[in-house]
């Protein structure tokens, strides 16, 4: 019994009911454990070699990267604190969350993308709920077995045998959770540092907290929780819908040739029995990581791993039967026999591509702008004291404060010059240097020939450019104050 | 809480929340079962609901512990009102904790942290701390936030607000008369002088005297009328002019004008009198603040004394 039905057990109420049977039935249900079976052949089956080669990538570039030197610092290190985020080359500050922004679009069109082409692709090989599941089902069974040994232990009573099994289990579990927090937060504190701080248990109480959180999460929801949080917390499991369409490639189980089931007979051809394809062994049920029928349709629990594929695909060879009762395909597909040719031609439906359309933009977009993006912010602010004022010769003074950010990591020595007024110049320094990845704040006076002002606002420009390479240059507009009198 | 004096609303506050999370917690224990007909009616495997016609809900029942983290959040919110004070202002709560308590610590850890820095510079003397880089930007930073409202960013004031960054001082630009300025603040009183001096053409003439002092451009023939009548200004700016810094009177030999330099402007002075007002700053700013405000107005009159160093840096 599943956990579904354990939930729609209908309790009978006490014997005192009347006639007219009223039960009470909990809205609530108890967590039934899932045991999937890992092993199908003697060999990694075809979708599990997939969903193996996801891990070791993921898994590889989130583990190494913060590992990585870059200019004498951490290839990619995202500072909150001084609030700047390394990436290789790149320094991006607090002004560029546009960037993030474009990021974010882009990671969500391709999902959407993803989700309606090739159905939950993203839960079933991706996700790093199941990457983690995956990695912690692995060392599951290295400790305690595959299904039916699983299941036997779990029955068995404690022993020494069986509490030593789940001791190093949970031991192993703990080790790659804490080793995953650790990475974790190695991405916005120096990772070096944070070891040695560990080895010394100098860590700092924030450091130490995210690294126990984030262990704690990993060893709670792929250790404990696992399909749990694909059926009750994802918000993306319940919007995924809204992109699923009859032609969205989802894993399907061909009822038409399969059914009726049975187990047939020696003596007897499954056609003479009157049997479909489909033999019953339960493989597809036992490997389900989140304990389904894939023969009751789509359903939502289904997070598209395809371990069912590869369980039936291995029956069929078997048995002598074509593979494929299981299968990658659509609605459209099973329930009008369409061709493999015709389903892959609605691929190139509308939906597919305006998605497909929003990507290449946004894409597009994000690439134009990162490559003519100004490694210089300059922010002028009109000092709001003084509109204007006389100097002693006569002329007309405006004063200003600049904000300069470098955002390189070279010391930059910069010019200022300003145009927008006949015999406007700069009274204040027009040289001045900014220390790597830092913020100057320069005061700005400009003077202007009473005569060529008149009393008003007056559009100027002030450009700030690096002495050393003539493309690094910010333009910002201003206001010129004329004197009333 | 000044409008909400009644101990009414204490009560109110109280009475809402308490029933709030009482509710909560019935509410939960009543949603957590639904009676079924077993037999006829629907089919328990679904809610009941249909739409569309044939659209039905099934009954996919949460697991048991998700039940269990909602009872959490009452015992927590219970806990919590325990605690803190949640109750209107009748109950404080066990821990006594208030905002202002809160901020009062805060104040307070950032003064034993900072504190031994600002004591620091407060033994060391202006001209000292206007050529230790880190104390000229403590200043400046100090000055950007309380000063720089009139003076200007750069210190350069406008109209009305003197200048500080060149040589010419009001009230005198030593150290101490600098620190003077800022701690007790300054009220200069130029008088209305019109009667005194006479007409308005003997005004004019006044101010054509006070543009020939520094060499601005002027009618001669009306500065030598305007020569006599300025004995009534001589009490403050004295004989020749030059000013008294101790009366804040300012020095008319030089060619800065905190109130304009046209003749319309110096008669206007001169008519309707100038109040100039600088605020004390003792009470708003710590003595250590000041200390450092004053070493950074010094060294901006004095870039030479204090060490030449590139624009602040954050």
Same mark, same amino acid.
């Given at each position: ?45 075809w979708?599990?070699k ?90 599951e ?25 789940k001791?190093a ?6 080790a ?56 009750y ?17 989802i ?5 038409a ?94 939906r597919v ?7 290449l933009?946004?894409?597009t977009?994000?690439?134009v702008?990162m ?61 001045f240097?900014v ?51 | ?20 999370v ?27 609901h ?13 697991p048991?512990w ?28 066990m821990l006594?904790w ?39 930007q403590?200043g ?7 000063? @720089?409202? /009139? !003076? +200007?960013?750069? &210190? ?7 200048? =500080? ?5 009001? $009230? ?50 009306r ?10 200004c @001589?009490? /403050? !700016? +004295?004989?020749? &002019?030059?000013g008294?810094p101790?009366?804040?009177? =300012? ?5 800065? $004008? ?49 060490a ?7």
């Amino acid at each position: 019994m599943n956990a579904v039905d354990e939930g729609r057990k209908v309790e009978a109420a006490s014997t005192a009911a009347t006639e007219q049977a009223e039960a009470v039935q909990s809205l609530y249900a108890k967590r039934v454990e899932i045991y999937p079976r890992a092993k199908i052949g003697d060999r990694l089956a075809w979708f599990q070699k997939w969903r193996w080669a996801t891990v070791w990538i993921t898994q590889i570039v989130f583990y190494g990267l913060p590992w990585l030197t870059w200019n004498d610092r951490q290839a990619v290190l995202f500072e909150l604190v001084a609030r700047r985020f390394y990436i290789f080359g790149l320094v991006l500050w607090p002004q560029d969350i546009v960037f993030l922004t474009g990021i974010l679009i882009i990671a969500a069109f391709a999902l959407f993308l993803f989700t309606a082409v090739g159905g939950r692709l993203w839960c079933g090989y991706a996700c790093p709920q199941t990457v983690y599941t995956e990695i912690f089902m692995w060392i599951e069974k290295a400790f305690e077995g595959d299904r039916n040994q699983r299941m036997r232990l779990d029955r068995e009573p404690m022993s020494p045998r069986k509490f030593a099994r789940k001791a190093a289990k949970h031991v192993a579990w703990i080790a790659v959770a804490l080793w995953t927090g650790y990475t974790f937060v190695g991405y916005f504190t120096p990772i070096r540092e944070l070891g040695a701080e560990m080895v010394a248990l100098q860590i700092g109480g924030w450091s130490a907290f995210w690294v126990l959180f984030y262990g704690f999460a990993t060893y709670g929801n792929s250790g404990w929780m696992r399909e749990q949080v694909c059926k009750y917390m994802c918000p993306y499991a319940r919007f995924q819908s809204a992109m699923f369409d009859q032609d969205t490639l989802i894993v399907t189980y061909d009822e038409a040739r399969g059914e009726p089931r049975g187990g047939g007979s020696r003596k007897k051809s499954r056609a003479e029995l009157g049997l479909g394809d489909c033999v019953d062994c339960g493989l597809c049920v036992q490997v389900c990581p989140t304990g389904i029928d894939i023969r009751m349709g789509l359903q939502y629990e289904c997070i598209g791993c395809a371990a069912c594929i590869d369980a039936c695909d291995h029956t069929m060879q078997k048995v002598g039967l074509p593979k494929g009762l299981v299968r990658y395909s659509t609605t459209n597909a099973v329930r009008n026999h369409l061709d493999s040719h015709a389903m892959w031609r609605r691929i190139f439906r509308p939906r597919v591509l305006v998605y497909s359309a929003f990507l290449l933009a946004i894409t597009t977009a994000l690439a134009v702008a990162m490559s003519l993006r100004v490694p210089l912010k300059v922010d002028l602010i009109r000092d709001r004291g003084a509109l204007a004022s006389e100097t002693e010769d006569g002329r007309v003074e405006n004063s200003y404060r600049m904000q300069v950010s470098n955002t390189t990591e070279a010391r930059r020595a910069y010019t200022i010059s300003v145009s927008g007024l006949p015999g406007l110049t700069v009274a204040s320094e027009t040289r001045f240097e900014v220390g790597p990845a830092a913020v100057a704040s320069i005061p700005v006076r400009l003077l202007a020939d009473a005569g060529q002002v008149t009393p008003g606002s007056h559009k100027i420009a002030v450009e700030v450019r690096a002495d050393d390479d003539p493309g690094v240059a910010v333009r910002e507009t201003t206001t010129f104050l004329g004197l009333r009198r | 809480m000044s409008d909400f004096t009644s101990v009414f609303w204490d009560y109110f506050v109280a009475i809402i929340t308490v029933v709030s999370v009482v509710g909560c917690g019935v509410f939960l224990w009543s949603q957590s079962k639904r009676r079924v007909k077993v037999g006829a009616g629907p089919d328990p495997d679904t809610t009941g609901h249909v739409w569309d016609g044939d659209l039905q809900e099934f009954h996919n029942p949460l697991p048991q512990w998700w039940m269990w983290l909602f009872y959490i959040t009452v015992v927590f919110s219970v806990v919590y009102l325990i605690l803190y004070p949640g109750l209107g202002t009748q109950f404080k709560g066990m821990l006594n904790w208030t905002s202002s308590g809160q901020h009062q610590g805060e104040v307070k850890a950032a003064e034993t942290r900072y504190g031994p820095l600002f004591a620091s510079y407060l033994k060391m003397d202006v001209p000292a701390i206007a050529a230790d880089e880190r104390g000229r930007q403590m200043g400046a930073r100090i000055f950007q936030n309380n000063c @720089a409202q /009139c !003076h +200007g960013s750069d &210190g350069r004031g406008s109209r009305g607000f003197p200048n =500080l960054t060149d040589s010419e001082w009001q $009230w005198g630009g030593a150290p101490d008369a600098i620190r003077t300025s800022i701690v007790e603040g300054r009220k200069a009183a130029m008088p209305p002088m019109a009667a005194a001096v006479g007409g308005a053409q003997d005004v004019e003439d006044v101010a054509h005297y006070v543009l020939s002092l520094s060499g601005a451009s002027h009618d001669s023939v009306r500065a030598t009328r305007g020569k006599e009548k300025f004995a009534a200004c @001589a009490a /403050c !700016h +004295g004989p020749e &002019g030059k000013g008294n810094p101790a009366l804040g009177a =300012l020095d008319l030999t030089n060619k800065t $004008w905190l109130y304009g330099g046209t003749v319309a402007a110096i008669a206007e002075t001169i008519t309707k009198g100038r109040a100039g007002v600088m605020p004390a700053w003792k009470g708003s700013l710590s003595d250590a603040e000041m200390h450092l405000v004053t070493a950074y107005v010094y060294s901006l009159a004095n870039p030479g004394k204090a060490a030449a160093s590139p624009p602040a840096t954050k």
